[in-house]
C-alpha cells in the first residue's frame, strides 16, 4: 500500500529563530507548563507571528521550550521560549506584540536572534529565591550550615520512574541564607513583589548545578527539614531568579548573551 501524503504544498521554510526569555508572576505562578503553553500559541495567532510549522498531517508551530520549566505554584523570572519563523521579523517589535496579547503575569522580558549552538546546552545552573514564613533567621542559618556539613542528603522524590531518593546536598554550589526585615543588610529582593505581612521571614539563595532529575526547591526545603528539623509556619514561596552557564564561582550568566554577541558580530 501506497504512503500517503498530505494535500497541498508544505509549509515554508524557517527563515528566523527567536529565542525569548519570560517571567511568570503573581498569580500566574500557579499556571501550569501546558497552561502557558496554550496561553503562548493563543498569543501568537492573536499577534500574527508568521510562524514556521512542521511537515505533515498534524502541522505543529515550530516552538521549542528549554530548560526545565519552573514548578507549577512557583515564580520565575527566567523562563526560556525559542521560535522558528517563516519570515524576517523585528525581535523588538515582536515581543511587544506578544506582550500585549498575553494575560498580565506571564511577562516577555527579552528576545533576540537566535545564533549557532544550542540554548538548552548552556543552561548548567540555577538560582533560586525561597522565602521561609516564620522562620527565624538564626535557626535558618543554623540549618543551613548543618546542611553544608554533609557530603549527601537524601529526600524521597516521586519521579515518573516512580518514588526514589535524590540527593539534594552534591548538585548545590551555593546556599545563603538573609531576612526581609526592611533595612537588614543582605537581604535578597523578593522578584515576586507582592505585599507581606508584617513580621521577619529567612529567605534562602540557592544556586544548583544542572542535573538529572533536577533538584527542585521543595527538594531543598525537604532537605533542611532532614537535617535540621526546619519547619516554615506556611508553604515556602519560590522564585526562580536565573537559569543559565554556571562559572566556577557559582555565578549565574545570562544565556542570551552569546546570541547578542553573534548579531553585532554579524552586523
Known amino acids: 500500500m501506497a504512503r500517503r501524503t498530505p494535500d497541498g504544498p508544505p509549509p515554508p521554510p524557517v527563515v528566523q529563530r527567536v529565542r525569548i526569555r519570560y517571567a511568570k508572576r503573581g498569580r500566574l505562578r500557579f499556571a501550569s507548563h ?50 522558528g519563523l517563516a519570515r524576517e521579523v523585528d525581535v523588538e517589535q515582536l515581543r511587544a506584540r506578544l506582550n500585549a496579547a498575553l494575560p ?24 533560586w529565591h525561597i522565602e521561609l514564613p516564620g522562620v527565624p533567621l538564626d535557626e535558618a542559618r ?18 515518573k520512574n516512580g518514588r526514589r531518593t535524590v540527593d539534594v546536598r552534591a548538585p548545590i554550589v551555593r546556599l545563603s541564607v538573609a531576612d526581609d526585615t526592611p533595612g537588614e543588610a543582605g537581604a535578597a529582593p523578593c522578584a515576586e513583589g507582592a505585599a507581606r505581612s508584617g513580621g521577619s521571614r529567612a529567605i534562602l539563595t540557592v544556586v544548583v548545578r544542572q542535573v538529572i ?55
Open 213 to 267: 532529575p533536577t533538584v527542585r526547591p521543595d527538594d531543598v526545603v525537604a532537605a533542611l527539614a532532614a537535617v535540621a528539623g526546619l519547619a516554615p509556619a506556611a508553604p515556602p514561596l519560590a522564585v526562580r531568579l536565573a537559569q543559565g552557564p554556571l562559572d566556577d564561582d557559582g555565578v549565574i550568566g545570562d544565556p542570551l548573551d552569546a546570541d547578542r554577541m553573534n548579531a553585532t558580530t554579524a552586523s
Open 104 to 127: 498580565d503575569g506571564l511577562d516577555l522580558l527579552d528576545a533576540v536572534l537566535a545564533g549557532p549552538g544550542s540554548l538548552a546546552e548552556r543552561i548548567t545552573g540555577t538560582e
Open 34 to 83: 501546558r497552561d502557558f503553553a496554550r496561553s503562548f500559541e493563543r498569543a501568537l495567532r492573536r499577534a500574527e507571528v508568521p510562524m514556521g510549522y512542521s511537515a505533515g498531517f498534524s502541522p505543529h508551530p515550530k516552538i521549542s521550550y528549554v530548560g526545565g520549566a519552573a514548578p507549577t505554584g512557583v515564580a520565575s523570572e527566567a523562563e526560556y521560549v525559542e521560535i
Open 142 to 159: 543554623r540549618a543551613v550550615r548543618l546542611f553544608l556539613d554533609q557530603v549527601e542528603v537524601g529526600v524521597e522524590r516521586m519521579t
